[in-house]
């Protein structure tokens, strides 16, 4: 069964730093992996779609890469601003009709 | 604007009660889902739904069941609430995901078990 993992759990930079989280998943035959941003109490918002041909999409100052071979994809969030502070979710989509999920990674910009 | 809607944001039931939790979605979506998640333990899939009246157990299905009477509603039924089910519930909706088609989640349902 697919399992996702992502280190560290939680994570504190200051404002401006340029960041990396981090997602690994063990089975390399997916169809996709996502990244999700979750706000406090509130439900999931995709942020970036990685089809498995593809090895990085970029989203203003987001840009999520995958290597599928190693099962790994990361994060990079330029620039960090207090308002990127949330949980971060990776998922992956295996061949059943589900996302795996990560546990996120906590991330506070302190200002 | 993809809108997945969940009815109620808070409850508080009894143990032993049957407990609905609605979600409606606006965008024609063929999949809709209901996932639990819990700390430490991240999203489970409970179930999901590939049409109307078609669905499919996901990894943590007992003591959970649902009902798909319209292509736009999902509804998950705790038939006797219990305490362990004490969650924030989450809802999702999307075209086919095999195709790289995203995934929409509602903003959530926290219930408690007392």
Redesign the interface.
Known sequence: KQE?TQIPAALSVPEGENLVLNCSFTDSAI??L?W?RQDP??????LL?I?SSQREQTSGRLNASLDKSSGRSTLYIAASQPGDSATY?C?V?TGA???F????TRLTVIP | DVKVTQSSRYLVKRTGEKVFLECVQDMDHENMFWYRQDPGLGLRLIYFSYDVKMKEKGDIPEGYSVSREKKERFSLILESASTNQTSMYLCASSLALSSGNTIYFGEGSWLTVV
């Open positions: 996702v169809y996709n996502q999700f109490g509130k439900g999931l918002t995709s779609l089809q979710l998922a989509k009709n589900n996302l999920f990560g546990t996120g």
